[in-house]
């Protein structure tokens, strides 16, 4: 199975903020990656598809790049409403797998 | 609106049986992909399983695999989950989700959850 590890685990930053969340898999997964956003007692809601491919309605603060083993999600400037949970997901070979997820809190 | 909403959830007891339903509607259902993921309490997302649009190809977590069974039925929009042999540590929150993209034998990204129906094994 394909790992899939995101850093860091848990991240405080503010409003206005930029900031990255990491996500490495275990094998080459070409461009096979996606991020979602998760808020309590929410469903995930896909952000990012195929690493770097914004999914409609996302807004454009929002960005995915990287390519094989090591992908980035970048908030540009956060808003209150980005805390929130990440999963990064790995589509390229069954059992799909998920990251553990990285908590963004406010500072 | 594109939705999805599953239901069947309750709490059972170890070693006992479940049928989980996801009711489609708002998109040409016979023509995706679909998935089930889950979220133990305080944890995070598992996929569990997978159906291919026309249910020709099916795929497991081994977690679950022998003792849980995806199907569809598309004249009726809805997909289900079996789930035999239930253990404690498949208590979560139980998604069905949508693949975004049409026609194909595996899975990709999820476009579209629903709210998640909760499932508690327990004595």
């Known amino acids: 199975d394909i790992q899939m590890t995101q850093s860091p685990s848990s991240l405080s930053a503010s409003v206005g903020d930029r900031v990255s969340i990491t996500c490495r898999a275990s094998?080459?997964?070409?461009?096979?990656l996606n991020w979602y956003q998760q808020k309590p007692g929410k469903a995930p809601k896909l952000l990012i598809y195929a690493a770097s491919s914004l999914q409609s309605g996302v807004p454009s603060r929002f960005s995915g790049s990287g390519f094989g083993t090591d992908f980035t999600l970048t908030i540009s400037s956060l808003q209150p409403e980005d805390f929130a949970t990440y999963y990064c997901?790995?589509?390229?070979?069954?059992?799909?797998?998920f990251g553990q997820g990285t908590r963004l809190d406010i500072k | 609106q594109v939705q999805l909403v599953e239901s069947g959830g309750g709490v059972v007891q170890p070693g006992g049986s479940l049928r989980l339903s996801c009711a489609a509607s708002?998109?040409?259902?016979?023509?995706?992909?679909m998935l089930w993921v889950r979220q133990a309490p305080g944890k995070g997302l598992e996929w569990v399983a997978f159906i291919s649009y026309d249910g020709s190809h099916k795929y497991y977590a081994d977690s679950v695999k022998g003792r849980f069974t995806i199907s569809r039925d598309n004249s009726q929009n809805t997909l289900f989950l079996q789930m035999n042999s239930l253990r404690p540590e498949d208590t979560a929150v139980f998604y069905c989700?949508?693949?975004?993209?049409?026609?194909?034998?595996?899975?990709?990204?999820?476009?579209?959850w629903g709210k998640g129906t909760t499932v508690t094994v327990s004595s």
């Open positions: 997901q790995q589509s390229y070979i069954t059992p799909i797998t």
């Open positions: 989700a949508k693949d975004a993209v049409s026609k194909v034998t595996t899975a990709y990204y999820m476009d579209v």
């Open positions: 708002g998109f040409t259902f016979s023509s995706y992909g």
């Open positions: 094998q080459i997964i070409s461009s096979h």
